[in-house]
């Protein structure tokens, strides 16, 4: 896939250098790319008949009216009347370009989520061309948004909420939590004024440090950089706008607290970016932990290795994750 990719990419620039990369970002968009979109009958079964413990919500609109992108609630059934409960937004993986929120590992996240008593929001957002960096960040911040405007309708506590993500997802979840109300990164619609700031973030082998991303060997070694390629350019532009929008360049003292999830061998986003993470995050003074899994690779839930087969993870992690949640947003 990596060959096709190059040899593609090789092709379109000699069509003209004016129209390579629009014309990339149409075969990515059109999935020519990309792995299938379409959620399985498995997971839509699994998302209408969810514990007796968790009601679900599909497609809410959360942007505006004209688009297509929408959201799944993951809500606490049976909550004393007047309670308001934590949040969770949840934003799925897929290099930028694909992925869905319906997917096998969003409904285990955000069921154990529910099921330990907090609100958990699904997130769809732009993966278009037009979707590209910072559009898809506004789309996960305007969730968080959505969240904050609708809390007494949803009982969430608007003063609760976190974002967790995984791979391209976990990279957003953690712009979403280090930009918190970065006038730059605003959306300017439908919620104004409204902050988008977290009080936690769970990063599951999220990218953080775009321009020293590493290729790793079979068995998820990290080795030589890979560099600004022509797939990271067409997201994010150059290497400067690749550090800009890299998470590590944005920690400060008022970071909020973050858990890192992170397998050791993982191919498609090197340990390193986890590590490096969370060393900076303990010199910057912010709460931190991080969970390195010895056999697990790309993309696994809290205890899954494969959550559309129910491989089992070597480990589960989401009572580490709840308890983390808790402590950082102060739940009783």
């Not at 590992?105 to 929001?121: Q, Y």
């Not at 730059?184 to 990218?207: E, F, H, I, R, T």
């Not at 150059?238 to 992170?262: F, G, M, R, W, Y």
Request: a positive charge; glycine letters at 8%; hydrophobic letters at 35%.
């Amino acid at each position: 896939m990596k060959c096709l990719h190059h040899e593609i990419i090789q092709r379109m620039k000699k069509i003209s250098p004016k129209l390579w990369l629009p014309v990339l970002a149409c075969l990515l968009s059109a999935n020519l790319l990309a792995e299938d979109n379409t959620i399985s009958q498995k997971e839509q079964d699994w998302f209408a008949n969810p514990p007796a413990t968790v009601e679900t919500r599909g497609d809410v609109p959360y942007l505006k009216p004209a688009r297509a992108e929408k959201l799944d609630l993951y809500l606490p059934k049976n909550r004393p009347l007047g309670i308001l409960s934590p949040a969770v937004i949840l934003i799925h993986g897929g290099a930028w370009t694909k992925g869905d929120k319906r997917q096998a590992r969003e409904i285990e996240i955000g069921t154990t989520l529910a099921e330990n008593g907090f609100v958990a929001a699904s997130v769809n957002y732009d993966l278009t061309p037009n979707g590209k960096y910072p559009a898809n960040l506004k789309d996960c911040k305007n969730a968080v948004r959505f969240l904050r405007t609708n809390s007494k309708m949803y009982g969430v506590d608007p003063d609760k909420i976190a974002v967790l993500g995984g791979s391209a997802g976990g990279h957003l979840a953690l712009m979403v939590g280090y930009t918190g109300d970065d006038p730059s990164l605003a959306p300017q619609n439908p919620y104004p004024g409204v902050s988008d700031k977290v009080g936690a973030v769970v990063d599951m082998y999220g990218v953080s440090d775009i321009p020293n991303r590493k290729k790793t060997d079979a068995e998820g070694t990290p080795g030589e950089l890979i560099g600004i390629n022509e797939l990271i350019q067409l997201m994010f532009g150059d290497a400067e706008a690749a550090k800009v929008a890299s998470p590590i360049n944005h920690i400060s003292s008022q970071t909020p607290p973050t858990i890192i999830l992170q397998g050791k061998k993982d191919k498609s986003v090197d340990r390193d970016q986890s590590i490096s993470l969370h060393e900076s995050l303990q010199k910057a003074g912010v709460q931190t932990q991080i969970i390195l899994l010895e056999k697990a690779g790309h993309s696994f839930s809290f205890k899954y290795a494969n959550a559309k087969n129910k491989k089992p993870l070597e480990r589960d992690n989401g009572s580490d994750v709840i308890a983390f949640l808790k402590k950082a947003l102060g739940v009783i």
